[in-house]
């Protein structure tokens, strides 16, 4: 069965560095999503991305986040100046889009995102 | 404020029990998913619902637009089901909404 895959599995860095988390989703998939989950605490949407853009982002996705589709088959999440706060697992999905007979999001197994 | 609320926040229930989860949204939405997080953390995709009732095997999950409210039941439950149960809505503008989500515990 396919599946999305995320590296690495767990980042560890220093305040104020940047990060480059990696998704590949599914290949035929046609819609993006990045969440994050704080421990202890619920899901949070970041951002979704659609042909080749963002199509929608959340008040958390402030200037420090961008995405990425460099190659047509990863999806990266940067985070420019990480903070204390920023750590979390960051989870990435892919859809194939509405209409088809697999109508749920495909979720990646996460990174562990620890900043020091 | 909590745009999806849902209820019960925990739950244990015995081998082969019917279990009902439930999720209260305040927003227009154009979908609503279920979500399973198993206890190391992965999430999987159960429904994505616009209208009426969706099953899967044991799973059945069913929406009412005009009240806001949607179902998740678990029929025949059994120890592999126990996981954290979330609902989330995706808004008409295309932002997602989880709920806190519900544990469940079923015991042999």
């Known amino acids: 069965e396919p599946e999305v895959t995320q590296t690495p599995s767990h980042q560890v860095t220093q305040m104020g560095q940047e990060v480059i988390l990696r998704c590949v989703p599914i290949?035929?998939?046609?819609?993006f999503y990045w969440y994050r989950q704080i421990l202890g605490q619920k899901v949070e949407f970041l951002v979704s991305f659609y042909n080749n853009e963002i199509s929608e982002k959340s008040e958390i996705f402030d200037d420090q986040f961008s995405v990425e589709r460099p190659d047509g088959s990863n999806f990266t999440l940067k985070i420019r100046s990480t903070k204390l706060e920023d750590s979390a697992m960051y989870f990435c999905?892919?859809?194939?889009?509405?209409?088809?007979?697999?109508?749920?999001?495909?979720f990646g197994p996460g990174t562990r995102l620890t900043v020091l | 404020k909590n745009e999806v609320e849902q209820s019960p926040q925990n739950l244990t229930a015995q081998e082969g029990e019917f279990i009902t989860i439930n999720c209260s949204y305040s927003v227009g939405i154009s979908a609503l998913h279920w979500l399973q997080q198993h206890p190391g953390g992965g999430i999987v995709s159960l429904f994505m619902?616009?209208?009426g009732k969706k099953k899967h095997g044991r799973l059945i999950a069913t929406i009412n637009i005009q009240e806001k409210h949607s179902s998740l039941h678990i029929t025949a439950s059994h120890p592999r089901d126990s996981a954290v149960y979330i609902c989330?809505?995706?808004?008409?503008?295309?932002?997602?909404?989880f709920g806190t989500g519900t544990s469940l515990t079923v015991i042999p």
């Open positions: 619902l616009s209208s």
């Open positions: 989330a809505v995706e808004n008409t503008g295309n932002q997602f909404y």
């Open positions: 290949s035929n998939h046609l819609y």
């Open positions: 999905a892919s859809f194939k889009g509405a209409g088809f007979e697999t109508d749920t999001q495909y």
